[in-house]
């Protein structure tokens, strides 16, 4: 059977593993993605063998998860994570199992898992273990729990936001009695720790198609428990491939709320690119941009305010083309680049340092930016003595 290159090191595994008197199996999203004819570089193996049997097959292990069954091996190349089967016992918080147990049982490690498209194993020779009829829901486009969805979500909570994330992603609709039992359930999502969410959420932004998401948040009544307010109307143009992109056009659709990236455990590099987005988008929205606007805002941030007003259904003095053109043509491209400093000013003046000294070179980054002057220092030198003056 012929597997993608990328797989090589976990043929590799569950051969020496089986050659060591185990079973082993491809498992999870690489089996449903190699079905559906799709890329996946991460590929976790399930086994019989126990975490110290496998560590007893492989001379370089690290333990990642010995306590969940998971060890990674590193002898076939790429690092490998290798997981025991397991049953999981309870869940009192709706995210991590009370007790695992290992056994030696492929069938029953696969009746724990989320979707019957994520619960089918793949053997070395290509024939499929898929129990819960995964292929066929693949086939229709559908995401169905795996036996009581009910079950499903109350052990783990986060798995609603994933079946709608999904769905946004993989373009499948959530079987009935599967959605149903996220309507059902919807509460237990506070159990979940923000960053958890925050993933998902960063997943359905970056979909094809967040808007079906937002559709099943807002049906599920989901979105009574998140953050923020998701409403579909304003998702229907969206589609990014950059999660920072979501992030801040949902906050923008929220009120300009920035405070929502904070709750949502978004990282510093994301608050700063939403606020010089919004910003920009805000300047574009009152009185178009200036040139010292191009000079002021990485082209990235330019071009998605830009996307943003399209996406509210205003049309922006200048075409999207256009802005890394005007960009380009400015005569400087930072602010840094411009040839006086706050110590040049202090030697061409008496004046002791002050809040003038902001103002003077602010002032002569505009002059140099819109053609007034040429960015040289003498040429700067005699535009100084003139404001100063007339300062």
């Excluded at 063998?49 to 990674?72: K, N, R, W, Y």
């Excluded at 009695?177 to 993933?199: C, D, G, P, Y």
């Excluded at 509210?312 to 602010?335: D, G, N, R, S, V």
């Amino acid at each position: 059977m012929k597997f993608p290159k990328q797989w090589q090191s976990a043929v590799d595994v569950i051969a020496k593993i089986e050659n060591a008197g185990y079973e082993a199996f491809i498992v999870g999203g690489a089996v449903r993605d190699y079905y559906l004819q799709k890329d996946s570089a991460d590929v976790d193996v399930a086994t019989s063998a126990l975490p110290h049997e496998v560590q007893a097959i492989f001379s370089q292990t690290v333990d990642v998860g010995i306590d969940h069954g998971t060890v990674l091996v590193l002898d076939c190349g790429e690092p490998i994570e290798v997981t025991t089967y397991r049953t999981e016992s309870t869940y009192s918080d709706h995210r991590r199992p009370d007790e695992v147990n290992f056994v030696r049982d492929l069938p029953e490690d696969l009746k724990r898992r989320d979707f019957t498209m994520n619960a089918m194993a793949l053997h070395n020779s290509g024939q499929f273990v898929d129990l819960f009829n995964g292929r066929q829901d693949i086939d229709a486009k559908v995401i169905r729990a795996v036996g009581d969805a009910a079950e499903r979500f109350q052990e783990d909570a986060l798995r609603m936001l994933r079946a709608i994330r999904f769905s946004a992603q993989m373009d499948f609709s959530i079987e009935e009695n599967t959605l149903k039992a996220i309507q059902e359930h919807v509460k237990s999502i506070k159990f979940i720790a923000m960053e958890r969410i925050q993933v998902e959420i960063s997943k359905i932004w970056t979909s094809p198609n967040p808007v079906r998401a937002i559709h099943y948040i807002q049906w599920a009544k989901l979105d009574d428990y998140l953050p923020g307010e998701f409403d579909a109307i304003e998702w229907e143009q969206v589609q990014t491939a950059n999660r920072q992109v979501g992030w801040a056009y949902f906050c923008l659709v929220n009120a300009h709320d920035v405070s929502l990236l904070s709750v949502y455990r978004c990282s510093n590099k994301d608050k700063q690119f939403v606020k010089q987005v919004l910003h920009a988008y805000e300047k574009l929205q009152n009185e178009g941009w200036q040139r010292i606007d191009y000079l002021q805002f990485e082209l990235d941030i330019l071009q998605t305010a830009h996307l943003f007003a399209t996406w509210q259904y205003i049309t922006p003095t200048i075409p999207f083309e256009q802005i890394e053109k005007m960009k380009h043509a400015l005569p400087i491209q930072h602010k840094n680049e411009l040839e006086i400093s706050g110590n040049d000013l202090l030697q061409w003046t008496p004046k002791k340092a002050g809040p003038w000294l902001q103002v003077a070179l602010q002032a002569a980054l505009l002059a140099v930016v819109n053609g007034q002057i040429s960015n040289d220092k003498e040429q700067l030198k005699e535009w100084f003595h003139a404001f100063n003056n007339e300062g």
